[in-house]
Each structure stands twice: as structure tokens, then as C-alpha cells.
Nanobody
Framework: QVQLVESGGGLVQAGGSLRLSCVASGRTYGMGWFRQAPGKEREFVAT????????DYADSVKGRFTISRDNVKNTVYLQMNSLKPEDTALYYCAAGRTVMMHTSTQEYDYWGQGTQVTVSS
């Protein structure tokens, strides 16, 4: 069983930055960040393989967000720069069942409770 706890969300002005953290208890493999805005489906944001050598991003965040991990600390990060109002959502961390990275929610077995990110214009 893996438990995930996200932190680092908050209220920020457009153009600002935030860094989200996700601390995992137990062994994790490929990890991902997803987000869900009110009235919308949960969507993929970023993913990273267990080794950290492979990453992938949604087109909407490429060049602005960076995913990274520290396996010694069992922590995954999401550095978010140049934030836009449309980035406002509840951000979830997820742990997959293989060492690979995945963009689909169906490839993830464990989810955190989410951390709210609100970007004001």
C-alpha cells in the first residue's frame, strides 16, 4: 500500500511560480501529476519514470512546468512557472504500477488527496 501526500499549493498571481511536492510512503515506480478543474475531467499534467531519466508533459504546460523526483526522499516535485489562470485546479499526485511513465489515469493505482492551485489574473 502506498500513501501519497501533496503540498505546496496556494494562491498566486498570473506569471508567478509554485512548487508542488508529493511525499510517498512505500515504494513507488513511475509517478505522475494530474489536475482537475471544477466541472472538468481529471487531466494529465506530467509524468516521470522511476529512474527520472524519462519525462513527459501535457502540451498546455510544456516549457513552463518541470517534474522531478528524489528517490532517497521518496518525493516527486512539480515546479510550475509562468502560471496562468487556466492552470487553476486541484492537483493530484499518482503512483503507477510499473517503472515506466504513463499519461493515462488508468495506469495509476494510488492517488493523493490533492493540493489546490489558484492563479489570479
Amino acid at each position: 500500500q502506498v500513501q501519497l501526500v501533496e503540498s505546496g499549493g496556494g494562491l498566486v498571481q498570473a506569471g508567478g511560480s509554485l512548487r508542488l511536492s508529493c511525499v510517498a510512503s512505500g515504494r513507488t515506480y513511475g509517478m505522475g501529476w494530474f489536475r482537475q478543474a471544477p466541472g472538468k475531467e481529471r487531466e494529465f499534467v506530467a509524468t516521470i519514470s522511476w529512474s527520472g531519466a524519462s519525462t513527459d508533459y501535457a502540451d498546455s504546460v510544456k516549457g513552463r512546468f518541470t517534474i522531478s523526483r528524489d528517490n532517497v526522499k521518496n518525493t516527486v516535485y512539480l515546479q510550475m512557472n509562468s502560471l496562468k489562470p487556466e492552470d487553476t485546479a486541484l492537483y493530484y499526485c499518482a503512483a503507477g504500477r510499473t517503472v515506466m511513465m504513463h499519461t493515462s489515469t488508468q495506469e495509476y493505482d494510488y492517488w493523493g488527496q490533492g493540493t489546490q492551485v489558484t492563479v489570479s489574473s
